[in-house]
């Protein structure tokens, strides 16, 4: 009979938090993570007395590292298409957080009798925080966006909060709230994108600009001439004017003293 194979701290730490996170703790036995790592349950003992001190190892040690398509942001052109830069981070953001979001999930079903808040994998308050390193990449793309005018003149840090936001809600609504996707992610990715770079938020276009001779310009130069003519013609053709201005003459020349006639 074969040595058994040897395992590692940490690789009992990586495997038992897949299996956490996929199952729950408790829907998850030693059995199962010693078959992920195809050990005997006695093997994963020697590292740590229960199951409870793996859960609480595995779901506090985990480090987030900031994954390689955020890194690759920070090096993106702002004068780059917006659709292909925003389209190409929200399809790889999605899967990341929703990882995130079902590993925090699994922690917090364990210790709910004993936390108020989402107990996550990381220190929030740091610096260093990835949530806070996501937002600053994010905000400095739409930074260098705005500068090349391809995103529409806007604060960079909102813009950061309201992009990322809104790729969230999808995981959290039907992940968390388990409502069924009213429409694929592909099709939320395609509208979101859109609503970046073609609609609300978009560059305005010369089209949106006012015209000339407009509201913006009556009164100024010769479009406001121009308007100021036609609103004359447009109030002389009024059904009724001319019949008015007869009345009004008759009325006057009634209040008019009639000169006295010549003694012949």
């Given at each position: 009979?074969?040595?058994?194979?040897?395992?590692?701290?940490?690789?009992?730490?990586?495997?038992?938090?897949?299996?956490?996170?996929?199952?729950?703790?408790?829907?998850?036995?030693?059995?199962?993570?010693?078959?992920?790592?195809?050990?005997?349950?006695?093997?994963?003992?020697?590292?740590?007395?229960?199951?409870?001190?793996?859960?609480?190892?595995?779901?506090?040690?985990?480090?987030?590292?900031?994954?390689?398509?955020?890194?690759?942001?920070?090096?993106v052109?702002?004068?780059?298409?917006?659709?292909?830069?925003?389209?190409?981070?929200?399809?790889?953001?999605?899967?990341?957080?929703?990882?995130i979001?079902?590993?925090?999930?699994?922690?917090?079903?364990?210790?709910?009798?004993?936390?108020?808040?989402?107990?996550v994998?990381?220190?929030?308050?740091?610096?260093?925080?990835?949530?806070?390193?996501?937002?600053?990449?994010v905000?400095?793309y739409?930074?260098?966006?705005?500068?090349?005018?391809?995103?529409?003149?806007?604060?960079?840090?909102?813009?950061?909060?309201?992009?990322?936001?809104?790729?969230?809600?999808?995981?959290?609504?039907?992940?968390?709230?388990?409502v069924?996707?009213?429409?694929?992610?592909?099709?939320?990715?395609?509208?979101?994108?859109?609503?970046?770079?073609?609609?609300?938020?978009a560059v305005?276009?010369?089209r949106?600009a006012?015209?000339?001779?407009?509201?913006?310009?009556?009164?100024r130069?010769?479009?406001?001439?121009?308007?100021?003519?036609?609103?004359?013609?447009?109030?002389?053709?009024?059904?009724?004017?001319?019949?008015?201005?007869?009345?009004?003459?008759?009325?006057?020349?009634?209040?008019?003293?009639?000169?006295?006639?010549?003694?012949?």
């Open positions: 009979m074969g040595r058994p194979p040897r395992i590692s701290h940490q690789q009992i730490l990586d495997s038992a938090r897949d299996v956490f996170t996929a199952r729950g703790f408790a829907a998850t036995t030693l059995a199962d993570i010693a078959t992920t790592l195809r050990v005997t349950p006695a093997a994963i003992l020697r590292h740590f007395p229960s199951k409870q001190d793996l859960f609480a190892a595995a779901m506090s040690a985990r480090s987030i590292e900031i994954p390689p398509f955020v890194a690759e942001l920070a090096h052109d702002g004068a780059a298409d917006p659709r292909d830069v925003l389209r190409d981070f929200a399809e790889q953001f999605v899967p990341f957080i929703s990882t979001i079902r590993s925090a999930i699994a922690v917090q079903m364990h210790l709910a009798a004993r936390q108020t808040t989402l107990v994998p990381f220190d929030a308050h740091a610096e260093t925080a990835p949530p806070r390193r996501v937002l600053a990449v905000g400095d739409f930074r260098r966006a705005i500068d090349a005018r391809t995103i529409r003149r806007g604060d960079p840090r909102a813009y950061a909060l309201l992009f990322l936001g809104q790729l969230q809600s999808y995981v959290f609504i039907h992940q968390i709230l388990a069924t996707p009213a429409i694929s992610l592909e099709d939320y990715l395609d509208a979101l994108v859109d609503l970046w770079t073609g609609g609300a938020l305005k276009s010369k949106s006012p015209r000339r001779g407009g509201a913006g310009a009556a009164g130069g010769r479009g406001g001439a121009v308007v100021r003519a036609k609103a004359t013609r447009a109030e002389a053709a009024r059904p009724g004017r001319n019949a008015r201005s007869a009345n009004s003459q008759r009325r006057l020349a009634r209040r008019r003293p009639r000169q006295p006639r010549p003694r012949g």
